[in-house]
């Protein structure tokens, strides 16, 4: 089997998996938008994700997504920045991002509108919240406490679209609870903040109770392009 042959057998059995997801949940799998996370792969099979009718790449490392995004400049995909970001490299990822889905914090706003401000093209932002117990080791995202005044500040800056919530399921716990305590928070937000309602959650092991919890975006890495490096 060819690479590009091998990356079309997985991606059926992820689109499969959506489309049974969305079944089982009552779903137009319209509503779910198919998010391939190409971290730590190489531009080629980017190129092969195009040529099968993928739209949407995530990447969570600026300097590779960087790269990548100019060595595929010409596919017409949109890019999600999905990764911890530092707030003196937000103005650099708002240069080729479609979608940064992990603002969690204050920090990072001003670079984000300045970069949107400086390509003149506005930048879509997600918050990420995070799922895990308040202080708990290595959280990422924000309180769901806080995502009000988050969300302020980004509607504030003129070129940044609020467009909704992003999360990970917590290490080792239910994803089904947690994907449930989510769209708790996303139904409180979305009354306050109606225009965002995109909810981006599920990733290959999981996909299945976040379409159930509502998802419109899964971010799917391993299941589609296959095993990556530890810690990716
Ligand atoms: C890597 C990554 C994914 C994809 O993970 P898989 O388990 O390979 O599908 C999804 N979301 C985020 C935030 C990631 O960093």
Redesign the pocket.
Known sequence: MTRAQEIETNLTTVRDRIERACAAAGRDPREVTL?V?T?YFPAADVRALADLGVTDV?E?RHQEAEAKAAECADLGLRWHF??GLQSNKAAAVAAYADVV??VDRAKLVSGLQRGAHDRARPLDCLLQVSLDPPGAEGRSGADPADLDALASLVEQQGMLCLRGL?A?APLGADPALAFARLAEVRREFVATWPQATVLSAG???D?EPAVEAGATHV???????GP?PPA?
């Open positions: 998010v996370v971290k995530g969570n999905i990764g889905e992990s992003m990970v990733m290959s092991a996909l971010r799917i890495g391993s299941a589609v392009l990556r990716g």
